[in-house]
């Protein structure tokens, strides 16, 4: 029980962080090369990383868990964030949450096919009615659509997923911070060479918000949000604690409503109910 509790709460805080990470994409990929800012936060993040195997003295990964961390990597290093950011070229923040809301039934689906976790029947019909809900709040709210851009954010989606999974399962083992700190190394040697291929012709361009933007992907989403997930995915359950993340474009509209004084709709309280209530019954069917 108390493990199921830690669980929930380090999940949480983990899509609490996450739930910044589309705008700041959206906002840094008008400075910066969509490119250059994958590979820029991944060496940033690795940096950090770096450092802090270093003071705790952390013991290398197995051999065997290579071929793991390699997948947490092209999914959570590599793929979602370079995908995601190609993608917000094409489409606004606000449309990619239509695709965010299918994120906990990817993860949930990869949970079985790489985590060995079997929920009951009734869980799969609370996911997918969680994830419908989000994806109709979101479609609800207009937004610009792109063939292109749709097609990128459902790569995207696929790989986090498997991403999510792969690293949480790891995560039973070497711990969570321990997992993306290892996969963050592991991408280093090609990140590098990409940052300076993709560097910025033109620095005095950038404004203030960019940079604000690659500095919350590079430490938040890119590092300390990880460290709270792969723990409450490693804890409670990955297909479990992934179904949290329905709650993600919501809690990204109501930092806007906070933040921006942007208005809250009724249907947004509406929505986030039935997302609750969904995320409940599929934590009992897990």
Not at 48 to 70: K, M, N
Not at 147 to 158: E, K, S, Y
Not at 174 to 190: F, R, T
Not at 212 to 239: D, E, P
Request: one cysteine or more.
């Amino acid at each position: 029980m108390p493990s199921a509790s830690g669980g929930w709460g380090n999940g949480l805080l983990g899509v609490i962080i996450f739930s910044g990470s589309l705008p700041a994409t959206r906002v840094a990929v008008g400075g910066f090369p969509a490119l250059f800012l994958t590979s820029a936060r991944a060496v940033i993040a690795a940096l950090i990383g770096l450092a802090v195997l270093g003071l705790l003295s952390q013991a290398r990964p197995r051999r065997g868990d290579l071929a793991s961390l390699t997948i947490v990597a092209i999914g959570v290093v590599v793929g979602f964030p370079l995908l995601t950011a190609l993608a917000l070229q094409h489409i606004t923040s606000a449309h990619s949450i239509v695709f965010i809301g299918l994120l906990p039934l990817s993860t949930a689906i990869f949970a079985v096919l790489r985590g060995g976790e079997r929920p009951q029947p009734p869980f799969w019909l609370f996911a997918v009615l969680g994830s419908a809900t989000v994806a109709g709040f979101a479609l609800s709210g207009g937004g610009s659509a792109s063939f292109t851009g749709d097609l990128l954010m459902v790569a995207a989606i696929v790989l986090c997923g498997l991403g999510y999974a792969e690293g949480a399962a790891l995560s039973r083992r070497l711990g969570g911070w321990q997992v993306i700190s290892w996969a963050l190394l592991l991408a280093l040697p090609l990140m590098v060479p990409l940052a300076f291929l993709t560097w910025p012709a033109d620095w005095s361009g950038i404004d203030v918000p960019a940079w604000i933007g690659l500095a919350y992907v590079s430490i938040f989403s890119m590092f300390v949000g990880f460290i709270f997930w792969y723990r409450g995915l490693a804890l409670g359950g990955i297909a479990r604690v992934g179904q949290l993340q329905q709650l993600q474009p919501f809690f990204g509209l109501a930092l806007a409503s906070l933040l921006l004084h942007e208005p809250v709709a009724w249907s947004m309280i509406v929505a986030t109910g039935l997302v609750v209530a969904c995320v409940f019954f599929a934590r009992r069917f897990a």
